[in-house]
DNA sequence: CATGAATGAGAATTCATTCAT
DNA sequence: GATGAATGAATTCTCATTCAT
């Protein structure tokens, strides 16, 4: 249920230069989009050579493919994990925003590389294997209809429908936060806090709608 | 509350080449963005000589500004226009809701390079005029509070949050149908009365939530 | 049985681009080999801007390939015209050496790029058709063996051994005087005499040999 | 009169690095050419680190140098001795054939590199020291010219142009050969036998001539 | 207005060479 | 000696922009 903070750390204590690199990329593609970013972008943001850069990898390309299979899967094994629960769905609901609304957190970079650069290039949506959206959907569209069907969830609302109205919410309300609509310097706790209650208005906002002024009261 | 479907005929019958040189840009730029977009693809697409361009435009920022303030500032005017209807919050947030879906149903390229590339390029955020995002949250925020005061909506619920989730479903519901996850054909009306439903989805989970299975029997 | 001496003006008055970088990178390929040419070297050999190249040439491979296909098809058939001829073979043969030393003589930058940048790359002997030198190693020996079965020319001597000799004794004579070994500057012909002296030479040797010195008397 | 097969063996049991890795570039040089060919290219094709050529080499130049040094040399000794020979000029241009055609057939590679690579790169004609081409022609010119002189061979016919003839016919025949336009498999003799009566055909036609097709019969 | 050839700065990629381990 | 990571200059290739026709 969490995503690991830093990744350079994983093989040991050498810094990891393939892990290195990849850091370094989400970070410059996130700022500047794929096609805006330089190799030598890259290479300046990881603190290396300019050639080190193709000694791990052969090409931009295969640093944005390798993004995503390492970020996403690891990500999306978090999901898998909280919709195998036996929990009800409206507490897996709320992993699953707390899951997605701490690795925008930790790491907003990830999330926007994912999301944007890796949906237009159609090269990564390999045939046999859903792309990344269509896997988020799916791991909680069957959340929503595993509580429909259990009589916790609403049965007239479109499963689909309501999935994505989930998903999108949880999006737009990182994406508001990274762009500085909303403030979330809470106290030093990283915005932990904060994001936890953003979490729960999103699923209160879900499960009891914001309808009705007269409950407000 | 509409979008126009073609703009070429705005200016008379005669096509302009500057619209159609810019509605060219704005679907190479959401299938490619705006770096991995070249001069001379937005001319194939317009089907002119790319040296042309050069006649309209100073060059390809230009090009990208002006889809932003043609495009975007019709689309706020229309929202504009919903936020000061004097009907109730309730009604307001469904034409929002349709028209984002229409707009995003006839040109969802507009809505990618909107969204997408101007955010990206810090330029056009210039001192004094808010950016794209804050302003559609502005006013969709606006409608939420003020159904807040007159206690048509739930006053527990933060505005901000509570429409960045409203927009955000919106946002992901039309994703994902773009995307091919959820599908439109229905009837030869082009999907309207399918985004119409969709519409009334999404407010609904918005004002009732999804919650409390037991009602959907 | 000429090899034009100047290609620029095949089209007309208009020097051909497409021609003028072609006959550049020839001289460019002749001088330092293809791996050690520079896009740039072609391009200032050609008078011209560095990415003009580009324009008219996909890459360096492209230009190389050109080169072959233009330049040799022209060859063969020059060669395959005198194969066809009533002649008796020794006749058809002196025309051989005459084509192949003035093509040398002409543009010995043609014949190294041909011999040795193109039998390096297998990808120009794609299956089905031949390469380079079978293709001249057939049409000579076509000529040696209608010679033998005519009775114009010994038949105890291996068809293909003999036609190798008499291309590769061509061949080198030209390498030799290219490379300085020997002098052609004798009066102001351009050396056309002193190559039809070689040429004549090169047959006399090949159908009445060099031993038994008496004859020399 | 003949060449190592292989040369690893030359400075004792131990295969030495500096052969090792010389005998890797030349088959690498052959295939590619001297630029078209990478350090790492050779490092693999040797089996070692390509950080351990420059422990041996100082640069890739050197190693270029190196094969022409010891190749050569060798190869020029054993023409040097058959020249220096007694026997009428016949049997010693005999013998010339057989070591050209056996230094071909044993190590085609060494002789595409001396020939190709060495003439081109013109650092290695330094003044004072004919370089390859000349050696050989001159070598092959003494023994023609000192026939000529015993009354051996035909007066008639310039030397120079003889004996380039001689060499072309030698070298063009190997290139058909590995070129894999005739076909060398003879016998489990490696083809030995198969080149000694190409070069007695050579020879013979060097002598004898093919002209006159009565003889044939 | 239209066209597309021409230019050259800039970014991707390669690879000889050095160096720490 | 041996290894392969690290460096960066050199080169290929791209493409925004200009310009002659």
């Known amino acids: 249920m969490t995503v690991p903070e830093t ?3 994983r093989r040991g204590t050498r810094p990891d230069k393939r892990e290195l690199i990849l850091d370094a990329a989400i970070r410059v593609f996130a700022r500047n989009g794929y096609h805006g970013s330089r190799i030598s972008d890259i290479a300046r943001e990881a603190g290396i ?5 193709y000694h791990y990898y052969k090409n931009k390309e295969e640093i944005l493919r ?8 690891g990500f999306l094994e978090a999901l898998e994990g909280i919709a195998a629960e036996e929990t009800p769905a409206q507490e897996r609901l709320l992993s699953v925003a ?12 990830w999330v926007k ?9 159609a090269r990564f949506a390999e045939p ?20 429909q069907e259990r009589g916790e969830l609403r049965r007239d609302i479109d499963a689909n429908i309501a999935c994505t109205i989930f998903v999108g919410g949880l999006e737009l309300a990182i994406t508001s936060l990274v762009l500085g609509v909303a403030e979330a310097d809470e106290g030093d706790d990283g915005g932990r806090a904060y994001y936890m209650r953003v979490a729960r208005t ?13 409950r407000g009261e």
């Not at 999103?202 to 007269?214: A, K, M, N, R, T």
């Open 49 to 53: 050579a300019y050639g080190l850069v």
């Open 128 to 147: 046999g294997q859903l792309d990344a959206f269509a896997q988020l959907f799916d791991v909680v569209g069957r959340i929503v209809r595993d509580g």
């Open 202 to 214: 999103v699923l209160d906002v879900f499960l009891h709608g914001i309808g009705e002024g007269e």
């Open 66 to 73: 390798s993004i995503f299979e390492q970020r996403w899967s």
């Open 113 to 121: 590389v994912l999301v944007i650069e890796i949906q237009r290039s």
């Open 7 to 9: 990744t350079e750390t």
């Open 98 to 109: 707390a899951l997605i609304l701490n690795a925008y957190r930790a790491r907003p970079e």
